[in-house]
């Protein structure tokens, strides 16, 4: 009942309007960050169906200001995003949530809810507290914490740096760039010889078409990707990741792929499995968000 009360007054339903959310965004990530998709998802259709997992419980959230029109309107807006708001965090003003109705301080599942906007999270949890986003200079711990267009960079919001402006770990450079010699540059294209950084397998390669810097070639090479029981790591001199939220459980520099837990089954943040979002290992199982719990 509660989630056709959702729909009441619009003129779509809640269904339909999670199942355009969910495909316009999912379809922007891999056409910006395909990447992204593969670790998080494994493929685009599973990336739509986890993210209707969260869209249709913030309908039913208690105070909230979410409607299957409003996400609808934003599904059209993301349909036309550009990449680089993708990357500089420059959110369609259709997709800002409107104000709810809890005040600050109050617990929250998610950002409509809150009359600032913003439902803050901590790591590993479904559940927060109603606060406001921090200007550029004030504290985070990830990017959500931060207004549109800054990034959480040293436990600071900050703006993007452009090609050419000088940056470091407090000053980012807006993706797909990256920081070299303390200067933002375009990244290396794939064949193209890369420069490894310390901790960091991307090196000076494009991130965002998946393309790492093998330590034994410093070659851009596309990284490759395993399932559930393959070897990942460095595996004959190239670096394989773990597809669909699994977890690359080292030995040395070379492990196996475990398979993200299942929602409502045992996990670990540190050591895996993983959860696949939305879920989040809380208390070491899997949880999925659901705002009307959070109260």
Do not use: W
């Amino acid at each position: 009942m509660a989630l056709l009360a959702a729909g009441c007054g619009s003129s779509v339903s809640p269904d339909k309007a999670c199942t355009d959310l969910a495909a316009a965004f999912c379809t922007e990530v891999s056409n910006c960050a395909a990447p992204l998709i593969t670790l998080g998802y494994g493929d685009v259709a599973t990336c739509q169906t986890r993210l209707k997992l969260s869209c249709l419980p913030s309908l039913m959230a208690p105070s909230t200001s979410a409607t299957p029109d409003k996400l609808d309107s934003c599904a059209m807006a993301v349909d036309g995003a550009m990449c680089d708001a993708v990357y500089t965090r420059n959110t369609p003003a259709a997709c800002v949530p409107d104000p709810g109705k809890l005040a600050n301080g109050n617990a929250c599942g998610d950002d409509a809810q809150c009359s600032s906007k913003y439902c803050k999270k901590p790591a590993n949890a479904v559940c927060g507290v109603c606060g406001d986003k921090a200007a550029a200079g004030g504290t985070c711990s990830v990017d959500d914490d931060c207004q549109a267009q800054l990034k959480c960079a040293n436990g600071a919001c900050a703006a993007y740096v452009a090609v050419g402006g000088t940056c470091d770990a407090s000053h980012p450079c807006a993706q797909p760039n990256v920081c070299k010699n303390g200067v933002c540059a375009v990244p290396q294209a794939a064949g193209q010889t890369c420069t490894a950084m310390a901790g960091d397998f991307f090196g000076d390669c494009d991130q965002t078409k998946g393309l790492v810097c093998p330590p034994m070639t410093h070659v851009c090479t596309a990284a490759m990707f395993a399932a559930a029981g393959q070897p990942c790591g460095l595996v004959n001199g190239a670096l394989v990741a773990c597809a669909a939220a699994g977890h690359c459980k080292l030995t040395g520099l070379m492990g196996t792929c475990l398979a993200a837990a299942a929602d409502g089954a045992a996990c670990d943040a540190t050591n895996g499995p993983d959860c696949m979002a939305p879920a989040q290992c809380v208390n070491a199982v899997c949880k999925l968000p659901n705002p009307a719990g959070c109260m």
